[in-house]
């Protein structure tokens, strides 16, 4: 049993007499040399053993007999072999046979065990382990490292927002001198190639103030400094104003420009306009700029509406060069133009829709463009508003005196029929269209002839096939049509259309993009001098501007105001000194906060004009000390404290100015550069409640 039970094990054994002859030996050791065990018996273990050659190997052997003698637990030792199967390493485990169990020479029993395979893993282990520790050595370092960028980063975020802040100052401080002081230049006496050259000057400084708000607007998105204003403001107004300044472009480049608000879209909103209008003005300034022909047209919808909430969906639609698609994604991106060729042609920074992107984020909604090479663009966005409670007076009132009334479009381009159309459905009129000349005819004849002639036909002065003067003249010759009041709408007026429109026979005469109280004002107009009423007679032609002369003018009660203007900028001092003195009010200077402290103490003025930034005082500073006598001082008439009106002047426009000055005790808030029209609306509330 024991035989069997030896010669099985997987592990070799040998038993040795004292001198290491092998006595006997299994066939797990005999096997690694590819012998029987009967060639192994009789000869000396060391021979076996490349190991034993070394004098290491045989000090290792004998120090484990010993220690196996002297019953020392568990001697171990490796030992090369050099066997058939080449070098392998053996672990060695030595028993000495007991005395009293000894038989024959046998003295001690040998364990070998193969651990060349288990080394080699246990070394490539090692190797892991080592790398892993360096890997993780590296890794606390590149943690280290990233922490260390992170906070460079933090404080870098920091510096750049600061740094902002004072390029905003440093800026606008100088551009509130170029841009002041050319408008006052404008207004004096020059001569022809003077003012061109001012009008240049004036032209490229306000480019530059645009390029340094992008710059600035972007900067202040970027580090989160950007909030929107939420105040009630008039849709309809909106982009009115923003019409005025768009088709003015689009007209020097000979392209239509329209603009349609539908008629379900709520205009009395709450939010904030001017970033609103920021946007349309960066789509629809480059939808007019990569038009070559054809036409710009805005679009605005109704997305959804709750009880005090609105999306509107504004599309700006081109018919221009088109963007390719690959290109489209980066678009929004910062810096991105289409190709660098465009910057050559059109100019720009590639800022704009990054940061239209950003705004309409901002307004809740989302931007996209769909576009076709060489057919046009379609950059469309949605942005959600409050609605506005309206009371009665906010209402558009339905004209009781055009409803119902019969009246013809004629225009060749649909974005325009559309418009008229939206603005006649509104109010209730019994309107048609005509796409061109000889349509117009057919429908004015057909009208005629089933009684419900048209009384008035609004017409496009330019279209394919004739131009509306030619339309108009063919109606008022054909004693059939010749009733029919004529509206002529063009795009931009030139001088002496006036005159031969009226020679023509036309009734009234607008520019485009219509303002809808305009044109109602026209068609209202228009009626009344074909039903005279008692009034007084209806001007010859009607205009712009004989509707504009007809309303009550708005008058603002002209108040001489003794102003205290604190500023340190020389420049500065003497542009606001200058554009105050011409709007006929009297103006003392203090150069810095305290001198203005003093002299608010010691003269009596109506109005403190203040610059932030000065030096010994600052504005703030010296608005709240002054809020502090005012305190003190007894109450004047009315018992109400004495309050003198402090207007902020400052070329901070960064998130937060304006609660801190507001904070500090300011009434109001002008940001440089700033023209004469800003001063006169920021001064204007402030005119009338004061003593003359
Ligand atoms: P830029 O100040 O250069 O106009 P934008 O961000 O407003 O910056 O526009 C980036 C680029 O997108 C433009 O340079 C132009 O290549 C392309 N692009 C924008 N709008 C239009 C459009 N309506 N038609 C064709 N290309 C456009």
């Given at each position: 049993?024991?035989?069997?039970?030896?010669?099985?094990?997987?592990?070799?054994?040998?038993?040795?007499?004292?001198?290491?002859?092998?006595?006997?030996?299994?066939?797990?050791?005999?096997?690694?040399?590819?012998?029987?065990?009967?060639?192994?018996?009789?000869?000396?273990?060391?021979?076996?053993?490349?190991?034993?050659?070394?004098?290491?190997?045989?000090?290792?052997?004998?120090?484990?007999?010993?220690?196996?003698?002297?019953?020392?637990?568990?001697?171990?030792?490796?030992?090369?072999?050099?066997?058939?199967?080449?070098?392998?390493?053996?672990?060695?485990?030595?028993?000495?046979?007991?005395?009293?169990?000894?038989?024959?020479?046998?003295?001690?029993?040998?364990?070998?065990?193969?651990?060349?395979?288990?080394?080699?893993?246990?070394?490539?282990?090692?190797?892991?382990?080592?790398?892993?520790?360096?890997?993780?050595?590296?890794?606390?370092?590149?943690?280290?490292?990233?922490?260390?960028?992170?906070?460079?980063?933090?404080?870098?975020?920091?510096?750049?927002?600061?740094?902002?802040?004072?390029?905003?100052?440093?800026?606008?401080?100088?551009?509130?001198?170029?841009?002041?002081?050319?408008?006052?230049?404008?207004?004096?006496?020059?001569?022809?190639?003077?003012?061109?050259?001012?009008?240049?000057?004036?032209?490229?400084?306000?480019?530059?103030?645009?390029?340094?708000?992008?710059?600035?607007?972007?900067?202040?998105?970027?580090?989160?400094?950007?909030?929107?204003?939420?105040?009630?403001?008039?849709?309809?107004?909106?982009?009115?104003?923003?019409?005025?300044?768009?088709?003015?472009?689009?007209?020097?480049?000979?392209?239509?420009?329209?603009?349609?608000?539908?008629?379900?879209?709520?205009?009395?909103?709450?939010?904030?306009?001017?970033?609103?209008?920021?946007?349309?003005?960066?789509?629809?300034?480059?939808?007019?700029?990569?038009?070559?022909?054809?036409?710009?047209?805005?679009?605005?919808?109704?997305?959804?509406?709750?009880?005090?909430?609105?999306?509107?969906?504004?599309?700006?639609?081109?018919?221009?060069?088109?963007?390719?698609?690959?290109?489209?994604?980066?678009?929004?991106?910062?810096?991105?133009?289409?190709?660098?060729?465009?910057?050559?042609?059109?100019?720009?920074?590639?800022?704009?829709?990054?940061?239209?992107?950003q705004l309409t984020e901002l307004m809740g909604g989302?931007?996209?463009?769909?576009?076709?090479?060489?057919?046009?663009?379609?950059?469309?966005?949605?942005?959600?508003?409050?609605?506005?409670?309206?009371?009665?007076?906010?209402?558009?009132?339905?004209?009781?005196?055009?409803?119902?009334?019969?009246?013809?479009?004629?225009?060749?381009?649909?974005?325009?029929?559309?418009?008229?159309?939206?603005?006649?459905?509104?109010?209730?009129?019994?309107?048609?269209?005509?796409?061109?000349?000889?349509?117009?005819?057919?429908?004015?004849?057909?009208?005629?002839?089933?009684?419900?002639?048209?009384?008035?036909?609004?017409?496009?002065?330019?279209?394919?096939?004739?131009?509306?003067?030619?339309?108009?003249?063919?109606?008022?010759?054909?004693?059939?049509?010749?009733?029919?009041?004529?509206?002529?709408?063009?795009?931009?007026?030139?001088?002496?259309?006036?005159?031969?429109?009226?020679?023509?026979?036309?009734?009234?005469?607008?520019?485009?993009?219509?303002?809808?109280?305009?044109?109602?004002?026209?068609?209202?107009?228009?009626?009344?001098?074909?039903?005279?009423?008692?009034?007084?007679?209806?001007?010859d032609l009607i205009t712009r501007f004989t509707l504009?002369?007809?309303?009550?003018?708005?008058?603002?009660?002209?108040?001489?105001?003794?102003?205290?203007?604190?500023?340190?900028?020389?420049?500065?001092?003497?542009?606001?000194?200058?554009?105050?003195?011409?709007?006929?009010?009297?103006?003392?200077?203090?150069?810095?906060?305290?001198?203005?402290?003093?002299?608010?103490?010691?003269?009596?003025?109506?109005?403190?004009?203040?610059?932030?930034?000065?030096?010994?005082?600052?504005?703030?500073?010296?608005?709240?000390?002054?809020?502090?006598?005012?305190?003190?001082?007894?109450?004047?008439?009315?018992?109400?404290?004495?309050?003198?009106?402090?207007?902020?002047?400052?070329?901070?426009?960064?998130?937060?100015?304006?609660?801190?000055?507001?904070?500090?005790?300011?009434?109001?808030?002008?940001?440089?550069?700033?023209?004469?029209?800003?001063?006169?609306?920021?001064?204007?509330?402030?005119?009338?409640?004061?003593?003359?």
């Amino acid at each position: 049993m024991l035989e069997i039970l030896i010669d099985h094990l997987k592990c070799g054994v040998t038993v040795l007499d004292k001198s290491q002859t092998i006595i006997r030996v299994n066939s797990a050791f005999s096997s690694l040399f590819n012998k029987n065990n009967n060639d192994l018996e009789g000869t000396i273990l060391a021979d076996w053993f490349t190991g034993f050659f070394d004098k290491k190997a045989s000090e290792r052997w004998d120090r484990m007999v010993t220690e196996a003698e002297q019953n020392i637990q568990s001697p171990d030792g490796q030992f090369k072999v050099k066997s058939d199967q080449g070098i392998r390493l053996l672990e060695a485990h030595v028993v000495v046979i007991d005395e009293s169990t000894r038989q024959g020479d046998a003295f001690l029993i040998a364990y070998w065990r193969d651990i060349t395979e288990i080394e080699a893993l246990k070394s490539e282990l090692t190797d892991l382990k080592f790398m892993a520790e360096s890997a993780g050595a590296e890794l606390t370092e590149t943690n280290t490292i990233l922490t260390q960028a992170y906070q460079e980063a933090e404080a870098a975020n920091k510096a750049k927002s600061e740094f902002l802040a004072n390029m905003s100052h440093e800026i606008r401080t100088p551009m509130n001198g170029v841009l002041g002081m050319i408008e006052m230049l404008l207004e004096t006496d020059l001569n022809m190639e003077q003012t061109d050259y001012a009008d240049s000057v004036r032209s490229s400084a306000e480019s530059l103030l645009v390029l340094i708000n992008d710059i600035l607007d972007f900067s202040k998105i970027e580090a989160g400094k950007l909030d929107l204003e939420s105040i009630d403001f008039n849709l309809r107004v909106t982009l009115e104003e923003l019409n005025d300044v768009m088709a003015l472009k689009a007209y020097e480049k000979g392209i239509d420009y329209d603009c349609l608000i539908r008629k379900e879209v709520p205009t009395l909103l709450k939010g904030d306009p001017a970033r609103l209008r920021q946007v349309l003005t960066n789509l629809t300034g480059n939808a007019v700029k990569f038009v070559e022909r054809g036409e710009v047209a805005i679009h605005v919808d109704l997305v959804s509406e709750s009880e005090n909430k609105v999306e509107l969906l504004f599309e700006i639609i081109d018919t221009g060069i088109g963007i390719p698609a690959e290109k489209i994604e980066r678009l929004f991106k910062s810096f991105s133009q289409v190709d660098t060729s465009t910057t050559r042609k059109y100019g720009g920074t590639g800022l704009g829709l990054k940061i239209s992107k950003q705004l309409t984020e901002l307004m809740g909604g989302k931007i996209s463009v769909e576009s076709e090479m060489g057919k046009g663009s379609t950059f469309r966005f949605s942005a959600c508003f409050e609605k506005r409670i309206t009371s009665g007076a906010d209402l558009e009132e339905i004209p009781q005196n055009i409803q119902k009334e019969r009246i013809l479009i004629v225009d060749d381009n649909l974005t325009s029929r559309k418009v008229l159309a939206e603005h006649l459905n509104s109010w209730g009129c019994d309107f048609e269209t005509a796409e061109s000349s000889p349509d117009a005819l057919d429908k004015l004849a057909q009208a005629v002839a089933q009684e419900k002639p048209f009384r008035i036909a609004i017409i496009s002065m330019l279209m394919i096939d004739a131009s509306g003067e030619e339309l108009g003249n063919r109606i008022k010759q054909n004693p059939r049509l010749s009733r029919t009041a004529l509206v002529m709408v063009t795009t931009i007026g030139q001088r002496g259309d006036a005159v031969r429109l009226k020679n023509a026979g036309f009734s009234a005469f607008l520019i485009r993009p219509l303002k809808k109280s305009l044109l109602f004002d026209c068609l209202r107009t228009v009626i009344g001098a074909i039903d005279p009423g008692d009034g007084d007679a209806p001007p010859d032609l009607i205009t712009r501007f004989t509707l504009q002369d007809q309303k009550p003018e708005t008058v603002t009660p002209t108040v001489k105001l003794n102003i205290l203007l604190a500023e340190d900028n020389p420049m500065n001092q003497k542009v606001a000194m200058k554009m105050l003195q011409k709007l006929g009010h009297d103006v003392s200077v203090a150069d810095d906060g305290q001198e203005a402290l003093d002299m608010f103490l010691h003269e009596s003025f109506d109005l403190i004009l203040m610059d932030g930034n000065m030096p010994n005082l600052d504005g703030l500073e010296a608005t709240r000390r002054i809020r502090e006598i005012e305190a003190r001082q007894k109450p004047g008439p009315g018992d109400l404290p004495a309050r003198i009106p402090i207007i902020a002047l400052t070329a901070n426009a960064m998130k937060g100015d304006r609660e801190r000055f507001l904070a500090a005790g300011m009434d109001e808030f002008l940001t440089k550069p700033f023209k004469k029209k800003d001063l006169v609306e920021v001064l204007e509330p402030f005119g009338p409640r004061l003593p003359v």
